[in-house]
């Protein structure tokens, strides 16, 4: 029988949709009959407090939606070494889950599911409509502004449409209006933070100096705010820290490829394996792809389709369990087994 797994949970959550990622833990939790400690990312704990007021407004019973804001190192840690909660969630970079589920272990080997960061790599054919392809390759990367754990920032594209791509890419995010949040006309708008902000710049700078052409892009819209325009990168390689390293900011890397087993090894050559998306008309390639890529995700045809019933997580360093559908919830169920003699 299906037992609740905890009584006391707690969700550390990342920065990037605040509202969103803390429904979708709060629900498979207080579903299965847990209450729960959660701990919001501490550029972002407005959204949860008024989350836990509604709660009490909606009749939920005190003590079962506790909201801790704070740090990690102190908040975190507290909540992650605590030997009385029996289930961590997490959502945030790959080198604070590895903290987390260091504590974890330490104190009483608690549960852990983590959903971290990402380097997902898109794939687009020559057979597959270029323009259209494009769009979805821009909307990927720049939803958010790039702060998204899934953002395709690694684009393949074949090498017969490459360089019809990349002009199409550059005009696209060239003409993005850049500008404040409460601007109903602006579609990019400012960086988290000062510290993602100097993160996504040196990124930005970094990729210059190790041989990729720059193709759009620039910081700063006035004097204040933390913006960053769309940048595309084109004659981008592999080895190149932009190509390997989750850069969480609104930045293309357009990288050329011939074949599909080529792509393929290239693809899985990360230590993450979040997301992974292909275009084609081709459905046996898109089948190759969607068997033999390392990653939690998949989309055919599009991207960053989501639904509460379809299971979400990472392969390799991209994460721990699943979130979201039936997987999501067996993360806060344990199975006890009865047995009776008569």
């Not at 919830?329 to 047995?339: A, H």
């Amino acid at each position: 029988m299906p037992t609740c797994w905890s009584s006391r949970i707690n969700y550390t959550m990342e920065l990037n949709y605040p509202t969103v990622i803390a429904v979708g833990k709060l629900a498979p939790a207080l579903a299965t009959g847990c209450t729960v400690v959660l701990k919001p990312a501490e550029q972002t704990p407005l959204t949860a407090l008024y989350l836990a007021a509604l709660s009490k407004e909606a009749g939920f019973p005190n003590g079962v939606i506790n909201i801790i804001p704070g740090y990690g190192p102190t908040a975190g840690k507290a909540i992650a070494s605590h030997p009385d909660i029996n289930k961590v969630t997490f959502t945030g970079s790959t080198e604070v889950g590895k903290l987390i589920m260091e504590e974890a272990a330490k104190s009483n080997l608690k549960r852990v599911s983590l959903e971290l960061g990402g380097k997902s790599p898109l794939v687009i054919f020559d057979d597959f409509d270029v323009d259209e392809a494009v769009k979805i390759a821009h909307d990927s990367v720049f939803v958010n502004m790039g702060q998204n754990c899934c953002a395709a920032s690694k684009t393949f594209v074949q090498e017969n449409i490459y360089d019809t791509f990349v002009e199409k890419a550059v005009k696209l995010a060239s003409g993005k209006k850049v500008g404040d949040q409460f601007d109903a006309n602006a579609e990019i708008w400012p960086l988290v933070s000062e510290e993602q902000y100097n993160k996504v710049l040196s990124m930005i700078e970094s990729g210059k100096k190790e041989g990729a052409k720059l193709e759009a892009g620039r910081s700063n819209v006035g004097d204040t705010g933390y913006y960053v325009y769309p940048t595309v990168f084109s004659n981008v390689t592999d080895n190149m820290k932009i190509a390997r390293e989750e850069i969480f900011g609104p930045v293309q890397q357009i990288i050329k490829f011939k074949t599909l087993d080529e792509v393929i090894n290239r693809a899985n050559n990360t230590k993450y394996g979040l997301a992974a998306g292909i275009l084609t008309k081709n459905m046996d390639t898109a089948m190759k792809y969607m068997e033999t890529v390392n990653a939690g995700s998949v989309w055919i045809n599009s991207y960053l389709v989501f639904a509460a019933q379809i299971p979400f997580g990472g392969f390799n360093q991209s994460g721990v369990g699943r979130e979201y559908g039936e997987d999501g919830l067996k993360e806060y169920l344990e199975i006890k087994s009865i047995s009776i003699k008569q």
